[in-house]
């Protein structure tokens, strides 16, 4: 499979008061000893696989807004009459 990289930063200072934010609306407390690898890996990894259910859904919108318009074969909706105007 080809692939591509798309590059996102966050500082760990902005994934921490993320966190943290999640948590305190699910009365949650972040814990003091956390392990920083280990939660950018899963965090990374998550953030992957969410993307790729939301792309879809990021482009269709996109195309709504007359964005990879190019990129598609579209279907003249004449293209369903026949000779005497009827479908």
Partial sequence: MKT???VIEIS???LLACL??????LGLELSEDLDMD????????D???????DLANFIE????QDLYQD???WK???????EFGVM
């Fill in 12 to 14: 760990e200072e902005r």
């Fill in 76 to 82: 003249d909706e004449d293209d369903d009459e026949d």
């Fill in 47 to 53: 953030l992957e696989n969410h993307i790729d259910q």
């Fill in 61 to 64: 919108e996109g195309l709504n």
């Fill in 71 to 73: 990129y598609f074969n």
């Fill in 20 to 25: 943290k934010l999640a948590g305190n609306d």
């Fill in 4 to 6: 591509f990289k798309v």
């Fill in 38 to 45: 280990k939660l950018k890996l899963e965090f990374s990894e």
